[in-house]
């Protein structure tokens, strides 16, 4: 066989290969020092009782005949759809009906699937910093992709797009920025797409961390969005389900696309996204465990909320912590209080950082035995800056500040 070309035009998966490598050097060179990591999105803090617990009842339910479960429903159980729809959506006063949830095992598939819908030649709007799954699930099926420059000059929100594109790709709030779009700045980009017959993309990954009042928590906050949007959601950051596997997918019955004519599925005229999605998702995919279900559905109940919350709460302190005490030290630091991603901008003054975004790792490591994430590996716009993570745990956090602190 021939491989996909287009597989030759990634740019490597070099940052966290490059990350490990360096940290692995050091400490073969240092063996007592005690390394801190800051860098990976991997939370720390365990599962939360009201899961743990639902896992184990799911558990003891496939050990029955009675009530052993197989194959799942496509879209994912009524339970747990009807939860979402209840609690993330008529909470929050919007309408979504329980047709256009689909529960995933995660928001990187669907995020890295989902453009598996549009045609080859489509183009695609990413912001630069970016989550690169969106940039290379586009590359490998040989997509043209238009950065949007997210820098502190604009406050790290992207302007639109100078020429037509079709697909704009969202992160609110931002990985790996830690910043926001306030529900006016997200309003021009609805407005936009609705416009221009382009459609959004957002991933809501982080939606749980927000504490700002006017931050949306789901793009369908903006009226028009649910014509031109469609919505990804992670369980992974909000309840630690990164090895659980869980999130759900919105496709609003709303949104349509253009067709093609074809005698053999006509799909001629509009074509609503929604059956598209079901389409490809009943042929690819065969559901979330039952038990990640389960575990999910625990933490719409009131036990589950609180519980969830205090961890989110635990690692807000985090970011808080790690805010005040690098603005206190001198560094220009975005991010953090609606996220747990800390933007960090390199200073000059470290010997061997002049700047840049990996010789600020490289003094990070050296010095203080932390490790962060240059942000150089999220897109050109990302040089110049770190991104620190708020997952670690307090202990950790309090001691990379002060040696950090101590070091400069
Ligand atoms: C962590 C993360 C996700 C979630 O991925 P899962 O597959 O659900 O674990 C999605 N988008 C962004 C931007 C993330 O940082």
């Not at 659980?244 to 949104?255: A, N, Q, S």
Request: aromatic letters at 12%.
């Amino acid at each position: 066989m021939k491989i996909n070309k287009h597989y030759t035009e990634l740019s490597g998966n070099y940052l966290f290969a490059e990350i490990a490598r360096k940290v692995q050097a050091f400490k073969a060179e240092n063996p007592q020092a005690d390394v801190i990591s800051l860098g990976i999105g991997d939370v720390t803090q365990p599962l939360c009782p009201v899961v743990v617990e639902a896992l184990h009842k799911a558990a003891d339910e496939m050990a029955v005949a009675a009530t052993f479960r197989g194959y799942g429903p496509e879209r994912g159980y009524d339970f747990l759809r009807n939860a979402i729809v209840e609690n993330d959506y008529r909470s929050r006063g919007i309408d979504i009906d329980a047709d256009e949830v689909f529960v995933s095992d995660g928001a990187k598939s669907d995020t890295g699937n989902f453009q598996e819908l549009l045609a080859e030649d489509c183009v695609v709007a990413v912001t630069d910093p970016v989550y690169p799954v969106y940039v290379d699930s586009n590359v490998m099926a040989g997509r043209r992709i238009v950065k949007l420059p997210c820098t502190a000059e604009n406050g790290f929100v992207p302007e639109l797009p100078a020429e037509h594109v079709d697909v704009i790709y969202l992160c609110y709030p931002n990985n790996p920025t830690g910043t926001t779009l306030t529900k006016e700045q997200l309003r021009k980009w609805v407005d936009y797409a609705l416009q221009s017959g382009a459609i959004i993309f957002y991933d809501a990954a982080y939606e749980a961390f927000i504490q700002s009042e006017d931050v949306p928590h789901s793009i369908y906050e903006i009226p028009g969005a649910k014509e031109c949007a469609v919505e990804f959601h992670s369980y992974s950051k909000t309840a630690g389900f990164t090895g659980i596997r869980c999130g759900y997918t919105i496709v609003p019955k709303g949104v349509k696309s253009e067709g093609v004519k074809s005698e053999k599925y006509d799909l001629a005229g509009t074509v609503s996204l929604n059956a598209l999605w079901s389409r490809r998702q009943s042929t690819k995919f065969n559901g979330t465990s039952y038990l990640s279900q389960r575990a999910a559905e625990a933490i719409y109940t009131p036990e589950g909320k609180q519980q969830i919350r205090a961890t989110i709460d635990y690692y807000m302190q985090n970011a808080r912590l790690m805010r005040e005490a690098l603005t206190d030290i001198g560094f220009t630091v975005y991010g953090g209080t609606d996220a747990p991603y800390l933007w960090v901008k390199v200073p000059g003054l470290t010997p061997v950082g002049e700047g840049s975004s990996w010789g600020f790792f490289d003094w990070m490591l050296q010095n203080a035995h932390v490790v962060c994430t240059p942000g150089a590996g999220f897109g050109p716009s990302g040089e110049g800056y770190v991104r620190l993570t708020a997952f670690g745990t307090h202990e950790n956090t309090e001691k990379a500040i002060r040696r950090i602190t101590n070091r400069l």
